[in-house]
């Protein structure tokens, strides 16, 4: 897990980790798709693999999943979720870096509740790299100019 203090929560709410993500990733069950969705980009952000693998569901859970520090997490943005009955759905765009190449992955994620408890199943993911020039908007969400913001690293 990678050892940093975020005073908010990763998956963007603006609220404290303790009380956004941080009490899923400590047992609470999500009480709905997107919940569960938010805590799992938190989960991937803080290299929490036990919970990843914890909420996927059975059926397509991978047998192990490696924690992956060369991948950093910058921006989540929820386009789009809802529920019927025990089955739900969140269409999303994560905006990422892996050394100085920024790309986004947007997916459309399926979510089955069973005992209670919300479980990711799959979803088709699609990655498109980014190439931000130095006076567009950081693809962070700061609302900075990318030169004086992430452009920096």
């Not at 005073?7 to 999500?30: D, I």
């Not at 924690?67 to 759905?89: I, M, N, P, Q, Y």
């Not at 979803?123 to 913001?149: T, V, Y």
Request: proline share 8%; hydrophobic share 30%.
């Amino acid at each position: 897990m990678r050892q940093y203090d975020h005073s908010t929560c990763p998956c963007g709410s603006g609220e404290p980790l303790a009380g956004c993500c941080g009490r899923y990733h400590a047992g609470e069950p999500a009480p709905t798709p997107e919940a569960l969705m938010r805590s799992r980009y938190s989960a991937f952000d803080l290299e929490l693999t036990d919970y990843l693998l914890a909420t996927w569901h059975p059926s397509t859970r991978p047998p192990s999943l490696e924690a992956d520090a060369a991948t950093t997490w910058k921006r989540l943005e929820v386009l789009e979720s809802g529920e019927e009955g025990e089955r739900g759905w969140v269409r999303f765009r994560a905006t990422f870096r892996e050394g100085r190449r920024w790309s986004v992955l947007e997916e459309s994620s399926r979510f089955v509740r069973e005992a209670g408890r919300w479980c990711y199943v799959d979803g088709n993911p699609a990655i498109h790299r980014l190439k931000p020039g130095r006076n567009a908007p950081c693809p962070c969400g700061s609302g900075r100019k990318f030169k004086a913001c992430c452009g920096l690293v």
